[in-house]
């Protein structure tokens, strides 16, 4: 079993910031990649950013720029810093984690994120 638990959604203005916290609890094998999708209404799941537990990462193209992945190995914990946010990154963010060794994925319940003013 494993869980994932984000927080740190929220309202923001344009140009502002926020960041997502994930963590993850259970059976958490050391070799894994981390990472954050996003989904708003009508649009298909995509991805945002992830991160291995060998310290690569991939971003989105629409994030490149403005969004940083981190990691925190010791507390199985995984970041995302969102800076210059724009009312298109309006949308839900689930937390991912897959377990390369055995091939299997699990999600978060996710987090809104809303870039209004």
């Known amino acids: 079993q494993v869980q994932l638990v984000e927080s740190g959604g929220g309202l923001v203005q344009p140009g502002g910031s926020l960041r997502l916290s994930c963590a993850a609890s259970g059976s958490i094998f050391s070799i894994n990649t981390m990472g954050w999708y996003r989904q708003a209404p009508g649009k298909q799941r995509e991805l945002v950013a992830a991160?291995?537990?060998?310290?690569?990462?991939n971003y989105g193209d629409s994030v490149k720029g403005r969004f940083t992945i981190s990691r925190d190995n010791a507390k199985n914990t995984v970041y995302l810093q969102m800076n210059s946010l724009k009312p298109e990154d309006t949308a839900v963010y689930y937390c991912?984690?897959?377990?390369?060794?055995?091939?299997?994925?699990?999600w978060g319940q996710g987090t809104q994120v809303t870039v209004s003013s």
């Open positions: 991160a291995t537990s060998s310290g690569n990462t």
């Open positions: 991912n984690i897959n377990l390369r060794l055995i091939g299997k994925d699990y």
